[in-house]
């Protein structure tokens, strides 16, 4: 309390006679100083970030992942890809086509069957919409549309149609033909096919998934990097691959 009284008397004095001085120099006035705000800097309106593309995509039937099967038609139906070439570096009686990226895969893996004593042909490559049509009704005439279609694709959701699909075979008489598995030639392809990009679509006992029997000769290609991740994780399927549900029987 001494202390707080002390030094308020000391403050009113310098007051007064701070108030009382006298001389010549006028009485400075302290003039306020003027802080000026900041201009606030104008927040940049953010550029919207372009959708992520898909890393795979299995909906554009021109994307080498593209899935097709029983649920999933091509989108046109009547697609026909624009980029084809013929394999040549195998037997290809009939000259047929596939997507060039395909077709140079299997001109590489045919080579390298070949010098491992393997001779490959072609049985069947790219078929249009309309070939498909004419292939399709021939089987359900000689067997049935039930029986067709555990074997034969729809037109406009066959895997030949993409380009990306090759049936293969080795000149002999397994030639589309469940024995194919057993024969040199399909035991080289079953173990190495991976490897250059190309897995077996229709595997044993997958036909609840994919919709189709067994077809050890018929090949899709999807790119190394699909094949080798799915021979890494041991996924017989692009169905289980890309977590799509199994598409045993048509819609």
């Known amino acids: 309390m001494i202390r707080t009284t002390a030094m308020s008397f000391v403050l009113i004095a310098s007051v007064f006679l701070g108030g009382c001085a006298t001389g010549s ?50 989108n046109p139906s ?12 195998l037997s290809n009686p009939y000259s047929r086509p596939l997507r060039t990226e ?27 919409y309309d070939t498909q049509v ?9 067997d049935g549309q039930a029986r067709a279609d555990t074997y034969s694709a729809r037109p406009g959701h066959s895997e030949h149609q993409t380009g990306l699909a090759v049936d293969l075979n080795d000149g002999g008489p397994c030639q589309v033909d469940v024995c194919f598995a057993d024969t040199a030639a399909g035991q080289w392809l079953a173990a190495n096919s991976w490897q250059y990009g190309f897995i077996v679509r ?18 899709r290609y999807v790119g190394t990097r699909v094949s080798t991740a799915m021979h890494n994780l041991n996924i017989p399927t692009l169905e289980q691959f890309f977590n799509l549900e199994p598409a045993p029987s048509y819609y």
């Open 202 to 219: 229709y595997p044993n006992g997958y036909d609840s998934i994919t919709g189709y029997q067994y077809e050890p000769w018929h090949f």
């Open 25 to 74: 120099a006028h009485t400075a006035t302290s003039t306020p100083t003027v802080t000026q705000s900041a201009t606030p800097t104008p927040t940049a309106t953010p550029t919207p970030k372009p959708a992520r593309t898909p890393f795979f995509d299995i909906d554009d039937p021109n994307s080498i992942t593209v899935v097709v099967n029983k649920h999933r038609p091509l």
């Open 102 to 128: 395909a077709a140079q895969a299997l001109d590489r893996m045919a080579t390298d069957a070949a010098a491992a004593g393997i001779l490959l042909s072609v049985a069947s490559a790219y078929r249009s």
């Open 78 to 89: 009547n697609f026909e890809s624009p980029d084809m070439s013929v394999p040549t570096a």
């Open 134 to 142: 004419a292939t399709y009704n021939g089987f359900v005439a000689r």
